[in-house]
T-cell receptor, first 112, second 113 residues
């Protein structure tokens, strides 16, 4: 009965090698979010999709991109990962008139 | 944007005692006040939330109180148990339901046996 699924759960990539993280949901929620959580820190919002509309946070580096091909799926692309991009990446969903956000289990990214 | 401060950063209490964590925010338009619990290596989970038209909400051993005038809200956990050990985040939000969350820095709650 998984609601928000993230794949893979663990990802190792090389410095500068593009990587894509995946999120899917069975809740039919129209809003999907990506957060970055570094070790011992709070989650930080990178961007979100409201339906097909992309909303970027002002301080999200250009190195981070996102795609949402349909309601159920959302991808996080890191074009040239640096060592500082090693973190847990959390996907979350919500319905626009309901405040609660549902988080996926996260993908832990290691950059070597 | 929202400026969120959370205190204390670490809280150690004896099992069975109460714990209180406070969150202060800056945006007077904030209208939604959730608390998330995150165990080590796991996802954040909503444990309780409150809307701006309510001053207090309780769910078994946990409660949230809101003081909109002073722009702070607090998480109260009574009769603490070992499974309450985790990091707790507040994430006050203004605006519509689609906005992302701005989390406080978190409070590491340690329950001493």
């Amino acid at each position: 009965d998984a609601m928000v699924i993230q794949n893979p759960r663990y990802q190792v990539t090389q410095f500068g090698k593009p990587v894509t993280l995946s999120c899917s949901q069975t809740l039919n929620h129209n809003v999907m979010y990506w957060y970055q959580q570094k070790s011992s820190q709070a989650p930080k919002l990178l961007f979100h999709y409201y339906d097909k509309d992309f909303n970027n946070e002002a301080d999200t580096p250009d190195n981070f991109q996102s795609r949402r091909p349909n309601t159920s799926f959302c991808f996080l692309d890191i074009r040239s990962p640096g060592l500082g991009d090693a973190a847990m990446y959390l996907c979350a969903t919500s319905r626009d008139h309901v405040y609660e956000q549902y988080f996926g289990p996260g993908t832990r990214l290691t950059v070597t | 944007g929202e400026n969120v401060e959370q205190h204390p950063s670490t809280l150690s209490v004896q099992e069975g005692d109460s714990a209180v964590i406070k969150c202060t925010y800056s945006d007077s338009a904030s209208n939604y006040f959730p608390w998330y619990k995150q165990e080590l290596g796991k996802r954040p989970q909503l444990i309780i939330d409150i809307r701006s038209n309510v001053g207090e909400k309780k769910d078994q051993r946990i409660a949230v109180t809101l003081n909109k005038t002073a722009k702070h809200f607090s998480l109260h956990i009574t009769e603490t148990q070992p499974e309450d050990s985790a990091v707790y985040f507040c994430a006050p939000r203004a605006g519509g339901g689609a906005d992302g969350l701005t989390f406080g820095k978190g409070t590491h709650l340690i329950i001493q046996p």
